[in-house]
């Protein structure tokens, strides 16, 4: 449903502002269609990529974020926070999924000499392996799935939006 903007009006009773109940505005049959289109491509497509990664490489798709997330960095070697923050996963998640990872051999925890409470993940030579072992299949899968079905054109489109949606949502506090 869409909205009319939020009014406020004093409540004298209340001694505050206090906001109206808004308009609805529902989507357009146009705004319908491509939001719908958008969610079931967004779907499907993250449904296809991490069944090719589990069934073709072995690596589970929370595995291969993480495991990309050492690999993007020359040392292999990221603070848990910035990990966290990057997957915009939950602390006790990423706790409890290091903790797998750690036991599987594709990394290790390393705490944080200037930081008593900090902790550091490295990737192994086992993850290492498998990310490396992992990304052409993923790469050739996002090519094929996604990229040869838009032109150059629409992918800058689409660069230029999800760019300003991202940071909309950044604004605001999840």
Request: proline share 5%; aromatic share 6%; net charge negative.
């Amino acid at each position: 449903m869409r909205y009319a903007p939020h009014t406020y009006v004093v409540n004298p009773q209340l001694g505050c502002n206090c906001l109206m109940e808004p308009t609805v505005w529902w989507l357009t049959t146009e705004e319908q269609h491509a939001w719908q289109s958008f969610v079931r491509m967004h779907d499907r497509l993250m449904d296809r990529l991490s069944r090719l990664l589990q069934t073709d490489c072995n690596v589970s798709p929370a595995d291969f974020a993480v495991l990309v997330e050492l690999t993007d960095v020359p040392d292999g070697r990221r603070r848990f926070l910035d990990i966290a923050r990057a997957l915009r996963w939950e602390k006790s998640r990423l706790s409890h999924h290091i903790a797998r990872m750690v036991k599987r051999g594709q990394v290790v925890r390393d705490e944080c000499p200037e930081d008593g409470r900090g902790a550091f993940v490295v990737i192994t030579d086992k993850g290492r392996a498998m990310i490396e072992a992992a990304t052409p299949r993923h790469v050739e899968a996002v090519r094929e799935l996604f990229l040869d079905n838009v032109t150059p054109s629409e992918l800058r489109l689409l660069a230029r939006i999800s760019e300003r949606v991202v940071e909309k949502l950044d604004e605001e506090p999840s």
